[in-house]
Every structure is written in C-alpha cells, then in structure tokens.
C-alpha cells in the first residue's frame, strides 16, 4: 500500500518560516485530495490546507490565510505546506493525508474512515 512519508516540521521562532513535503511512495490510485491536518494537545483536530483534484481553488483554514501556502507537484505525488509568519499558536503536529474518490473524506479533519491515507506526522514548534 502506498505510503505518505513527511519531512520539513522543526522549532522555529514566532515569525519564521518552514516548509513541510509529503512524498507518496507510489501512485495512490484516484485521490479527490491531498492535505495538511494538525493537532494541537487539547485542541479539535483541524484541516490546515487542502488541494482537491477537481476544484481549482485550494482551502486554506481562516486562522493561516495569508501565511500558509499549499503546493503540489508531479500529480499529486508530492504535497508541500509553506508557513510563513508563524506563531505560536500553529504549534501542532502537522499530518499530511490523502483520500480517494467515493469515500466521502473530502480532507475534513473529522473523517476516520479506514481508507484515508496519513502521513507519520511531524511536530511545528513555534515559541514566542
């Protein structure tokens, strides 16, 4: 089964930047989506970014509209979230996931269906 393997997160100051990538390690097969979920301790589970296959316009959550970008190259075989002006509050651990057509996951934070892809996760550290 294909693996999404992610790299990028670390500790970085209030205001800096960092940049995560999300590799597939093979073709997924038909994905509606691709996107960046994070967790905070004590906090709901929240969509961050989100590319769908079939709508131009990507999601960007309200709270990092205007610093965060999300990209992706080669059909969706690598997902990257670009964070700029970071605060402390976008300390989380970040996932990546993808979900298939006809599943009904659309990227939403509160899907669980056994059939979305994660990635490992990987830790934002923004201190003040």
């Known amino acids: 089964q294909a693996q999404l393997v992610e790299s990028g997160g670390g500790s970085v100051q209030a205001g800096g930047s960092l940049r995560l990538s999300c590799a597939t390690s093979?073709?997924?097969?038909?994905?509606?989506?691709m996107g960046w979920l994070r967790q905070a301790p004590g906090r709901d589970r929240e969509a961050v970014a989100v590319i769908y296959t079939e709508v131009d316009e990507p999601y960007l959550s309200d709270s990092v509209k205007g610093r965060f970008t999300i990209s992706q190259e080669n059909g969706m075989r690598t997902l990257y979230l670009q964070m700029n002006s970071l605060k402390p509050e976008d300390t989380a651990m970040y996932y990546c996931?993808?979900?298939?057509?006809?599943?009904?996951?659309?990227?939403?934070?509160?899907?669980?269906?056994?059939?979305?892809?994660w990635g490992q996760g990987t830790q934002v550290n923004v201190s003040s």
């Open positions: 996931v993808a979900d298939l057509r006809f599943t009904g996951g659309y990227c939403i934070a509160s899907y669980e269906g056994p059939d979305r892809y």
């Open positions: 093979e073709d997924i097969g038909s994905i509606s989506c």
